[in-house]
């Protein structure tokens, strides 16, 4: 049950936030009552805690509170074996994991019907698993650890706990042939302690997971490696996302991190020259502000500094009332909260938001969605959640101009009350209005065209995805709008995470690798057609496979003009460690999967997905926060540099004047040529996909006898065409938008 007090508080505090709304007229504070409000939040965020706490069952990655209140009642009734198995559970969830071993052994010794030994043998094989990857991968780490294929550097060189695991999944499918969750981890096992393929049983063996894939004969293939731990942004916790900007004005990009724990503090990490990073959370003023799945960041106030806004609450339908942070950029190297005087606060459950300037006022204006009444609310979030149960429509937020917001929740043929995921803005129609496609988990896509402003000025929306057909997958997360095919039409591909076999990932991932049927949804990349329709292009794409995404983000990576896509996968079930997947753009034509030849193919649980070049080298990065679900499932955050060679390569970062500050929604058209063949490169001003955010300069990469001969800038809102002629390469070039 909802802890009284702590509802009483919440409410007490929206009640507040209103009154500060309605008075906040020109949006100025005062220094004093705006440190106020950012102190509230810190207490509303520690209230959550305190409820946590007190009623653990409710968060499904408290697990610390969990495993104190399942310890109360198998020593409440000691001769329950059933609480002593759920125990064994919570502790393999948590940080002591070590301890659910000696526990599962007992319980084998004396719990002798089939289902129970079948229950203690796997539980055994997991915990040994995820020690030895807490042994080798996290103690004794190198930047090949967990990443498929493994080298010899990957290999574990403490082999125990690795063979441990081996003889209970061995035994497991000598009894059960038919698992092939069981295949999954007796095979990963083996490439873990060295032995794969020689060493595993031909009858359980799935072939090719050291090499995987089919590159065609000169495909560029970029490759990385990961060198997070060096740069000092290997933040070691749970599931959470990044956004990259440069938050501090040194012209080094940054990163802001979260993790969703609720006492996981959120990081802020400044670059330096020298490509590495210093961690400045608490000299930025951050203390205290905790959690967050989902980060987003954008200059809200046309500042010149991003702001950054801190998404709450996902997967946990009426449990995740939990509040949003605006956290406004002070431009001094620290942060605010201004969440309550914005107008922005509401307990809602969210992980997805994106930016747009919807008036053409100059101001960003933002999308939040939400997760409301769908069958599949209570996944995670408990069983004492009812099914299709909670209203928490989504809204559209326009901005005053003056750090405050309206809210919208209906908006001129905008209403959206579903169980929202991922969502992006994209101009499908090229009218210069921003249109907004939305992702929803177990149900029917939306896609809003903008249709202009009423004689009031509010945007005016057509809810048309069934008729354009991209109201599909219906088990999708995040999204991305880009142009796959550089012919100047913003396309959709939406990723599917099909909770109907959330609990078989590893053998879905396996029967495909057999060449055996599956049951889970495949993604979508929708080709736009030029009238508002699309074309559903997945197969022939190359993305018609097992994915189960999360995080997901596109950029450039080869340098070749088309954009790349990498996607964190996985699940909370800590079996299911599958790579996570880069799939390299072949000229507009279709995605080539390159996971193990570029080197990311990182088995740990993939979420928010960031991509810039850290280092000015013309180089697309990635950044991309790990760890599951469950307090015990952390890891090391990954920065994959890019070591490939460059070629030619432009970047462009704008400033705009009539048009917002950082230009988002801008349209860039560079021509280039190599003196006898020319084309075009179109991007848009975005930060990228819906789960992790990039940085909002543009790339234009190019082969190495390419160059630029002329942009076209093509400015949001109000702003006209702008052109520049002949720009230098190798550079990032910064643009002042003209009058």
Request: hydrophobic letters at 40%; aromatic letters at 10%.
């Amino acid at each position: 049950m909802r802890s009284g007090y702590l509802h009483i508080f919440l409410i007490l505090l929206v009640i507040f936030a209103l009154a500060q709304a309605c008075g906040a007229g020109s949006g100025e504070q005062p220094i004093a009552a705006e440190r106020e409000n950012h102190e509230r939040m810190v207490a509303m965020l520690d209230s959550i805690i305190t409820d946590a706490r007190q009623d653990p069952l409710k968060y499904f990655y408290a697990n610390d509170f969990r495993l104190a209140y399942v310890d109360s009642l198998r020593k409440a009734n000691p001769d329950v074996p059933q609480l002593e198995y759920r125990y064994a559970m919570e502790l393999q969830n948590s940080k002591d994991i070590r301890q659910s071993v000696p526990l599962l052994k007992e319980l084998g010794s004396f719990m002798t019907d089939p289902r129970s030994q079948q229950l203690v043998d796997e539980g055994l094989a997991i915990s040994f698993l995820r020690l030895a990857e807490l042994n080798n991968c996290i103690e004794n780490y190198t930047p090949s650890n967990c990443i498929l294929p493994f080298d010899e550097e990957a290999i574990h060189q403490n082999k125990e706990y690795i063979r441990s695991s081996l003889e209970h999944s061995s035994s497991l499918l000598e009894r059960f042939p038919q698992n092939y969750e069981y295949f999954w981890i007796y095979n990963i096992g083996h490439i873990a302690n060295g032995s794969y393929p020689d060493s595993v049983k031909p009858e359980f063996l799935i072939p090719g997971l050291q090499n995987f894939e089919n590159v065609p004969d000169g495909l560029a293939v970029p490759r990385f490696r990961d060198r997070g731990m060096e740069a000092g942004v290997a933040d070691n916790r749970i599931s959470g996302s990044s956004c990259v900007e440069d938050f501090t004005g040194n012209e080094h990009l940054d990163i802001f991190a979260t993790s969703y724990g609720l006492r996981d503090q959120v990081v802020f990490y400044e670059g330096m020259a020298d490509s590495d990073f210093r961690n400045r959370t608490f000299s930025a003023g951050l203390e205290g502000i905790m959690g967050g799945l989902n980060v987003v960041c954008a200059d809200i106030n046309n500042s010149g500094f991003a702001d950054v806004l801190v998404l709450r609450g996902a997967w946990l339908a009426e449990h995740g009332e939990h509040p949003n942070s605006l956290l406004r950029n002070n431009g001094d190297g620290t942060f605010t909260d201004i969440t309550i005087q914005a107008g922005l606060l509401e307990l809602k459950p969210t992980q997805v938001a994106a930016f747009a300037d919807l008036n053409g006022s100059g101001y960003l204006d933002m999308f939040i969605g939400n997760e409301s009444i769908s069958a599949w609310q209570a996944v995670f979030a408990g069983d004492d959640v009812e099914t299709g149960g909670k209203r928490y429509p989504s809204a559209i937020f326009l901005n005053n101009g003056n750090e405050t917001f309206v809210r919208h929740e209906s908006l001129n043929g905008f209403e959206l009350d579903d169980f929202v995921k991922g969502a992006a803005w994209g101009d499908f129609n090229n009218d210069g209005f921003p249109d907004l496609y939305v992702s929803v988990l177990g149900g029917a896509n939306k896609l809003f065209m903008h249709r202009g402003l009423d004689s009031d000025g509010l945007p005016v929306f057509e809810e048309i995805a069934s008729g354009a057909g991209v109201n599909g997958p219906e088990f999708s997360f995040p999204v991305m709008v880009f142009d796959f095919n550089n012919n100047g039409l913003d396309d959709i591909l939406a990723v599917t995470y099909d909770v109907r076999a959330i609990g078989d990932v590893a053998a879905e991932v396996a029967r495909e690798k057999l060449g055996l049927p599956v049951r889970s949804e495949h993604s979508s990349l929708f080709l736009n057609n030029g009238d508002e329709t699309f074309r559903d292009a997945s197969r022939e794409a190359g993305l018609h496979t097992v994915m189960f995404g999360m995080g997901a983000n596109f950029a450039d990576l080869t340098n070749n003009g088309y954009p790349d896509v990498y996607i964190g996968t996985g699940a909370p079930d800590l079996t299911s460690i599958i790579p996570n997947r880069l799939f390299i753009n072949q000229n507009g034509e279709r995605f080539v999967e390159t996971t193990a030849a570029s080197g990311v193919g990182h088995l740990q649980k993939g979420h928010g997905v960031s991509m810039a070049d850290f280092n000015a080298n013309g180089l697309i990065d990635i950044y991309t926060v790990l760890g599951g679900a469950v307090e015990g499932d952390y890891y090391h955050n990954a920065l994959f540099e890019n070591r490939s060679e460059p070629g030619n390569w432009l970047m462009i970062e704008l400033e705009g004047r009539s048009s917002n500050r950082q230009g988002i929604g801008a349209r860039l058209t560079a021509m280039v040529s190599n003196g006898e063949v020319s084309r075009k490169i179109y991007r848009t001003v975005s930060t990228g996909g819906s789960f992790g955010a990039n940085n909002t300069r543009v790339h234009f990469g190019m082969l190495d006898d390419e160059t630029v001969e002329r942009v076209e800038i093509s400015w949001p809102g109000p702003g006209s065409l702008q052109v520049i002629d002949n720009p230098d390469m190798n550079r990032i070039l910064k643009i002042v938008q003209q009058d």
